[in-house]
């Protein structure tokens, strides 16, 4: 079993940034993926980034190429996601992810552990 706790969510204005980070419990955080998710009222729940169990491969959602980097730190069970230019549409609950696998993917029902999710608020 893998606990997920989600930090560094808050109100920003937009165009500044913020950084997310996701601490795992358990001594086996190097084998699984991670990833991060987003859900906005009223919307289905969406891919943001993702990361394999190195950092070295890592996947973007369009929406947010080029804006934020995810990266992780095996030595200290977290996974951070550094979101930069944020827009009002980056607006959202943001939910990290593990994976029983050393490869991650893109799709929501291949993640097995979730975290409760912190609130990020970008304001026009």
């Known amino acids: 079993q893998v606990q997920l706790v989600e930090s560094g969510g808050g109100l920003v204005q937009a165009g500044g940034s913020l950084r997310l980070s996701c601490t795992a419990s358990?001594?086996?955080?190097?084998?699984?993926?991670m990833g991060w998710f987003r859900q906005a009222p009223g919307k289905e729940r969406e891919f943001v980034s993702a990361?394999?169990?190195?950092?070295?491969?890592?996947y973007y959602a369009d929406s947010v190429k080029g804006r934020f980097t995810i990266s992780r730190d095996n030595a200290l069970n977290t996974v951070y996601l550094q979101m930069n230019s944020l827009k009002p549409e980056d607006t959202a609950v943001y939910f990290c992810?593990?994976?029983?696998?050393?490869?991650?993917?893109?799709?929501?029902?291949?993640?097995?552990?979730w975290g409760q999710g912190t609130q990020v608020t970008v304001s026009s």
């Open positions: 992810a593990a994976r029983k696998s050393i490869w991650a993917t893109t799709r929501t029902d291949d993640y097995d552990y």
């Open positions: 358990g001594r086996t955080f190097g084998n699984y993926a």
């Open positions: 990361i394999s169990w190195s950092g070295g491969k890592t």
